[in-house]
Structure formats: structure tokens, C-alpha cells
């Protein structure tokens, strides 16, 4: 039926889109793809490039040895005696993201990996409330992911794109998040620049001008980055 305002929209679900990651995804592939390494053993994947070899990831027992993400390995060896060096394979780590997608399409109706991480998926959860509500999304979507072997996996669900990722990278993030509706602006205020996703060089810049927060960024006035 159309109003004098143009055609009315008619029972279309509100607009809700949830991120789906799995900390440390890269790690955990290598590690599936690797049984024999010790559990507790320091980890780090190394990537090649040409006649240098650079730390590309690194667990939480490397860190604690200091090992470090771009880290010459010869020197994260040096370092950490007892260093398991494993292989980055940019290769596993696709085939590995689009078997989990096809995994969490059995809990939600449309799946898309991130192209910049892998191991990310946006997932749609809108119409929720005919299958369980955003609650029984995530019990499904976590029951996939256990099942998949990455019980580790954090999912949240908000009005935007920009706070469900901002909440599942968050340090510590809970397992599920799902942020009220129209509870978006509330949430990201709180949160640090380095949440939010953009370039590095936007991000260098707004801390050049001694912005730390999202909530100091909303409070400049129009105009004021131009």
C-alpha cells in the first residue's frame, strides 16, 4: 500500500547484524593441523618472505617469553629456547574460515567471512524472534563452532556493522553480547579509538590530536576534522 510519503514498508524485521570470531584463529588452525605439539608449549607462526622470516602470530606463552608479532624469528628463538615455530599458511587459513561458514549456516541464515581476518564472519539475525530470538541464534552459533573444534569463538549482535565488531574484539569480551537495540551510540561511546575499525593512519592521526576515546570523537563539533 503507498502513502503520500511513497510505498510503506510492511513487516520487514528491524535491521540486527552479528559478528561472529575466533580469537586467535590462526593459531588454532596451525595447532589442529600440528597434534604432536605439546600442550602449554610456546607457539609461534612464522611467516617467509623472501630471505626473512617474521613472527606472524604468537600464543600467550610465547608473549610471556617475549616473543613478539614481527619479530625477526632467529631472534624469538634466541629468546625463547623452547620455541615451537610453525608454519603462517595463508592457504590453511582460508580453507579453515570457509569450513567453519559452512558449519554456522546451520545456526543462521546467511554466513559472510570478514575478507581482512580470518576466522570473522558477519551473520544476519534479523527475524530472530521466529527462531528462538538473539539468544537461541547464539546458542546455535556457539554449539556449531564447539562442534567445529573452535569452542572459543565470541559473537555479538547489534544495529551496525561497526559495534558487533568492536564487541567481539574487545579484550576479555564475553562469549555472547548482543547490544539492546538502538543501544549502539551508548556502547561505542565508552569504548577506546583503538576499538573501532579503521586505517591505521586515521586512527595515528586522531591520536595526534589528543582524541582517545569514541565518545571525545561524537563530541567535536561538525566540521572540526575537515
Not at 579453515?96 to 554456522?104: D, F, K, P, Y
Amino acid at each position: 500500500m503507498a502513502s503520500a510519503d511513497g510505498p510503506r514498508r510492511v513487516g520487514l524485521p528491524a535491521w540486527r547484524v552479528g559478528c561472529a570470531r575466533v580469537p586467535h584463529f590462526a593459531l588454532a588452525v596451525a595447532r589442529a593441523a600440528h597434534p604432536a605439539v605439546p600442550a602449554g608449549a610456546p607457539v609461534a607462526l612464522i611467516e617467509e618472505k623472501g630471505t626473512r622470516s617474521r613472527v606472524a602470530a604468537a600464543d600467550a606463552e610465547a608473549q610471556a617469553d617475549g616473543v613478539r608479532v614481527a619479530q625477526a624469528a632467529s631472534r624469538a628463538r634466541a629468546g625463547c629456547p623452547g620455541l615451537v615455530c610453525l608454519p603462517w599458511d595463508p592457504s590453511a587459513l582460508d580453507q579453515a574460515t570457509l569450513a567453519l561458514a559452512e558449519r554456522l549456516e546451520r545456526a543462521a541464515p546467511l554466513v559472510v567471512p570478514l575478507e581482512d581476518e580470518p576466522g570473522a564472519f558477519w551473520i544476519d539475525a534479523r527475524g530472530m524472534r521466529w527462531l528462538g530470538g538473539e539468544g537461541g541464534l547464539a546458542a546455535r552459533v556457539l554449539a556449531e563452532a564447539e562442534a567445529a573444534g573452535f569452542p572459543q569463538l565470541k559473537l555479538a549482535v547489534a544495529d551496525t556493522a561497526v559495534a558487533a565488531r568492536a564487541a567481539v574484539h574487545l579484550p576479555g569480551a564475553a562469549a555472547v553480547r548482543l547490544i539492546p537495540a538502538g543501544g549502539d551510540a551508548a556502547f561505542l561511546r565508552g569504548l577506546p579509538l583503538e576499538a573501532l575499525d579503521m586505517g591505521d593512519e586515521v586512527r595515528d592521526a586522531l591520536l595526534g590530536l589528543g582524541l582517545r576515546t569514541v565518545a571525545e570523537l561524537a563530541a567535536l563539533p561538525p566540521g572540526a576534522l575537515e
